[in-house]
């Protein structure tokens, strides 16, 4: 959704800025991966440091975009590896929250960080295979900026559980808009 609506919408503002960044888009990638990792081994630790490292990750993901459009260097191979990597940020992330929060007795925001890895897992699986049959599919309430936004306000708040809740429905939700956008398109 807020990949829809903004997902260029930096474009021009941070071009000056990523003209003189003489890194590969890919390289930018592999940081923003790198720092996510850390954040997740940060994060059982200290959450809001955690949540901070996110923030600085994901700003290197947005980066990567934008230096691939505004240099000219938009590949298939570049937008694969991005999105490999999204998958394991999210296993890290949401693996190391449910590990944070069991490791306090919150059992139950363990259990929905979880879950709602399941359902970002499975948000991207059903844009995959829709792909993959002829048919775009990037619809959806809860996308990946809108997960990572959500994370980041949950561990620099400490209001995980309702957070949680909220994202673990929403993502579902949104698994549900995809499989419904496919079949309508399909019927």
């Known amino acids: ?4 609506k903004f997902g260029h919408f930096l474009d021009k503002p941070l071009t000056p800025l990523v003209k003189n960044i003489p890194l590969n888009p890919n390289m930018l990638t592999a940081a923003g991966f790198v720092i996510t990792v850390a954040a997740a081994f940060v994060l059982p630790y ?3 440091l955690g949540g901070m490292l996110i923030l600085i990750g994901g700003l290197f993901d947005m980066l990567d975009g934008v230096s691939a459009r ?3 260097k938009v590949t298939k191979c570049g937008a ?3 999105s490999v990597l999204d998958r394991y940020s999210d296993a890290f992330l949401f693996l190391s929250v449910a590990w944070y929060l069991a490791s306090i007795g919150e059992h139950t925001g363990a259990f929905l960080s979880l879950g709602t890895l399941v359902g970002a897992f499975l ?3 059903a844009r995959a295979r829709a792909e993959g049959l002829g048919e775009s599919c990037s619809t959806g309430i809860m996308e990946r900026p809108e997960r990572i936004i959500l994370l980041i306000f949950a561990l620099l708040t400490g209001w995980f559980t309702p957070i949680l809740w909220t ?3 929403l993502t579902h939700v949104t698994v549900l808009q995809r499989v419904y956008h496919v079949w309508k398109k399909m019927s």
Do not use: K, P, Q
């Open 1 to 4: 959704m807020i990949g829809a």
């Open 70 to 72: 505004v240099n000219n």
């Open 80 to 82: 694969f590896l991005d």
């Open 46 to 48: 200290n959450i809001r």
């Open 123 to 125: 948000i991207s699986y």
């Open 167 to 169: 994202m673990l429905i």
